[in-house]
């Protein structure tokens, strides 16, 4: 991206010619590429907040890696209580930023729409020029006077006039071939976002069901440690019931013996 950012500060450059020749177009150029140069700020804007999360997201990720790797090291038991929150968090932003995508992906096309638009007032701006050229053009062919010292002087203003229009074509020509360079680079965002946001949505369907293993792998967990707790204590009072049976067996032979005594 950082391309189509460095463009407006050439565009700009352009601008200190083309305030020299503001006879026709009055600084319109200025204009356009403090409008361009905002949009592109735009976009820098836009996508920067989901470049800060994202990369959070897996920052995170990172970290939780390190601290498994550590704790198989260390012979130290995994917390997937804590594994999974942290997963929770990432999990959930992605699949915010993957309900986003299409918000994103209008306002992208927005923007390089506007970009457009304001590329077509340059073809406008040259088609007059052009237009202009023609007409003087055609005057310089008619010049007619019986005077001439009037028509070597018509002549001569009208030539002057046409190189004039000539360098201010080529000028609007220059700003123009730039314009159409950001509006390219602006389709190669387009394109890149759009495969960014793939990733994005891509994502979330991955970390989601990553997400739900871990979880499942946890609940199992518990309910197996349930069994392993249990079912020993179980076997213990079963073998102690039994073992009271001769208890009770002795209690009754004992306690009946001695009710029977005078």
């Known amino acids: 991206m950082g391309k189509y950012i460095l463009i407006p500060i050439i565009l700009l450059l352009l601008i200190i010619p083309l305030a020299s020749c503001a006879t026709v177009s009055n600084l319109i150029p200025k204009a356009i590429a403090s409008d361009t140069q905002k949009i592109v700020k735009q976009v820098e804007a836009d996508t920067d907040d989901v470049f800060v999360e994202i ?16 704790a198989r090291i260390n012979n130290q038991t995994i917390s997937l209580d804590e594994t999974i929150k942290d997963l929770q968090t990432v999990t959930y932003s992605y699949e915010k ?16 729409a506007s970009i457009e638009d304001m590329q077509s007032r340059v073809d406008t701006e040259i088609d007059t020029l052009k237009q202009k050229r023609a007409d003087y053009t055609t005057q310089l062919r008619q010049v007619s006077d019986p005077n001439p010292e009037i028509v070597r002087t018509r002549q001569e203003a009208l030539a002057q006039a046409i190189r004039y229009l000539d ?7 220059e700003f123009n071939n730039i314009e159409a360079g950001i509006i390219a680079e602006m389709g190669n965002v387009q394109k ?13 369907i991955l970390f989601r069901e990553g ?9 199992i967990n518990e309910a197996l440690s349930l069994f392993t707790r249990d079912l020993p204590r179980m076997e213990q009072l079963t073998n102690d ?10 209690l009754i032979e004992n306690l009946t013996t001695l009710s029977l005594k005078p």
């Open 55 to 70: 990369q959070k997201n897996i920052d995170l990720v990172a970290n939780l890696k390190y601290k498994v790797e550590q």
């Open 97 to 112: 930023l993957s309900g986003q995508q299409d918000a994103i992906r209008k306002g992208l096309l927005k923007k390089i």
């Open 167 to 173: 360098m201010q074509i080529q000028l609007w020509t």
């Open 192 to 204: 890149a976002t759009d495969s960014f946001l793939n990733v994005i949505d891509s994502s979330a």
């Open 211 to 219: 997400l739900n293993l871990l979880v499942l792998q946890r609940d």
């Open 241 to 250: 019931m039994e073992k009271s049976w001769a208890n009770l067996d002795y």
